[in-house]
Structures are given as C-alpha cells and as structure tokens.
C-alpha cells in the first residue's frame, strides 16, 4: 500500500521538495493532506495536481479564495489553527512532514503525535521549544520522529545498526553561511541581501538568516539533544565550507562515521519517507574528485554569538529554550524588514533570555505564556524600548 503523507507548510522550501520526492515515487506515496499559512496560489495549484483528502489555510482570511477555487474538486477546504490541529489527527494519515517555520510548527505537530502520528520532522523549533514533551510523548505513543535536517538525519542514518555502542560524540557540521570569514567590523555592514546569499544550501529567508548567525547550526544542537539523548558536552559544531559532510558519530573505540553527498534536501525528505527503506533515485551523484580537499574549522562564537546563547540555553533547559527561539523570530523578522543591524539580533536575544522567568519544568501552557511574553519583550527591545 502507498504511504499517505500529509505535509504541513506545503508552499514552503521543504514542503515543495518533498512533493518532488513524492513525484518520482508515485508508486509509493500519495498526498493525503496539504496545508499552508498564506501562498493561496501555490496551495491551490499543489492540491489541484495532487487531489489530497483536505487542504487547510491557516489564515483564515484567504478561505473563501481557496474553497471557491477547489469547489468542483473531491477536496475539503479548512482554515485557521484550530483546523491544522485537528487535520493532522487524521487516521488516514500515515507520516506528518512537519515543514513549517517557527514556533508555528510546535502545537500541530504535539497533536499530530498525540494522535499517533508518525512525524518526518522538518520544524526543528518543536524539539528546541519542547523536546522533552514532544520526546517523551513520542514514546508513550510509539511514534516514530524521522530527522528531516541533513545533520540530523546524518547522524541517525550513522546510529543504524549501532543500537549498542554508546556514542562518545557526534559532530553537527555547518556550511558557515556566507559570513565565515567576516570580521566584527564588516558584520556591523552586513545587509540583507548579503546574509540572504547562502553559498550552498536554498532554504526560505527565516532559515537562511538562522543560518547566517549559526544559530540553525545552535537550534539544531538542542534538537540533537533531544532526538539523540546527548548532553551538551558530547555535541559538537564543526564548520565545514563544502557541506559534503552532513554530520558525523564517534563511538567510544575512537571510531567515527560520517554521511556524506551533495547538498540537497531531497535526500534526507526521501530518507525519511522512505524509511526504514533507501529508495532508488536519479539525483546527481557526490564525486571525491570534485573535491579534492575537504575543510573543517572550529566556530567563533565571539562573533557568531547565537551559536553560543544557543548552547547555554540548551544547558540551562527549562524554558529557556523557548525563549531563545522567540526572541530569535522577532529579531530576524525585524533584520528581515532592516530595522536592526546583523549584530543586534543576538544582543536583543540576550537581553531577553536574562528578563523572562525561568521555568523548571514547563508543561505546553507553560511554554505557550512564555514564547508570547518574550515576542513581547523582544519586540520592544527592537524598538529600543525596554
């Protein structure tokens, strides 16, 4: 039987890619449900095409243009949050691919769980706000959560097979996006369009900023944490120019395996649908004569701040991890629209991990308080307010 796959932010970099790996594997795959925030065009053609079980639109003013375009079509039409939350408990669902951005991501996918759902998780900001909850009730549910992050699921594709050889260390590369060899000084100059350039990866602008800070490479340790059950202290960043490399594992014996390839996400979307299975395909194939020479660096965290608040937060636990990730989309939203410089974001991140209350152990009401009062403060930070 085909595998039917509903995926969450379906217009989006990740969503669109795995309709292509769906694409050329029609024998094994089918769409059972679309969704996405805003991008009613791309929606309705995505569901025109693929004739999903229902579509949701979570902003719920662009419903009418979607249910009016799909009314002669064997689709049902939803809209708003409440609808995402109660799409994803679908018996006839048998994976979530968890694509959308942000904190948005955390509430479907938490009932998409609870239901029962197998989750290809690309929304690394679940496990970074709420991996212990997601985690745990993961495993009360006997839910699968396959890593759709290239690192991510790198280092799960080295664990196979390893069941019982604990891990001594695992190593998240990192591209270093296109301020590597920025100095301070040139970072304060750093615009848009420059951070926006990424050298090998094409992701959506919230993710290519986080990538530009390090601090995609700061989210995806607390997300290896979690997904791997490592402390702080066996997680380590290695910049690597070429992103050949995806991630490594070290065992205790001294031995380390790598995944290797070109960068590009269908690779890990097809691994994670497909999985337990490798499925056939014709992506262009990695060459080690086109790369003669493969880099590694330690990170500057005195420059790429992020990557450091990110490890203190993942050591501090709690709720801090949330609001590290709040305070994160307000400042990359606000650079995004140039009202802060580069360097304000992880400032403004500072200052606001140090004024929100410290949550020992949070519940998801707990964390959902917490994202609202620091988008709160964050936001005033940026305006120079608080």
Known sequence: MKKRIAILGSTGSIGTQSLDVIDQNPELFEVEVLTAYNNVDLLISQAKKYQPNAVVIANEKNYKTVSEALSNDPIKVFAGAEALNQVVQMETIDLVVTAMVGYSGLIPTWHAVKAGRNIALANKETLVVAGEIITQLAKEKQVDLL??????????????????????????????????????????????KDALAHPNWDMGAKITIDSATLMNKGFEAIEARWLFGLPSSKIEVVIHPQSIVHSMVQFEDGSIKAQMGLPDMRLPIQYALGFPHRIKNNFPRFSFLDYPTLQFEKPNT????????????????????????????????????????????????????????????????DLIQTNAETRTVAQLLTEGKS
Do not use: W
């Not at 050591?315 to 989309?329: F, I, T």
């Open 147 to 192: 890593p759709v992050d290239s690192e991510h699921s790198a280092i799960f594709q080295c664990l196979m097979g390893e069941i019982y050889n604990p891990v001594e260390k695992i190593y998240l590369t990192c591209s270093g996006g296109p301020f590597r060899e920025k100095t301070i000084e040139e970072l304060e100059k750093a615009t848009v």
């Open 302 to 365: 005195k420059i790429f701040r992020n990557l450091a608040l990110a490890f203190d937060a993942l050591d501090a636990g709690g709720n801090v991890p949330c609001v590290l990730n709040a305070a994160n989309e307000v400042v990359v939203e606000a650079f995004l629209n140039k009202k802060i410089g580069f360097l304000k974001m992880p400032e403004i991140i500072e200052k606001a991990m140090k004024k929100i209350d410290f949550v020992k152990n949070p519940d998801i009401d």
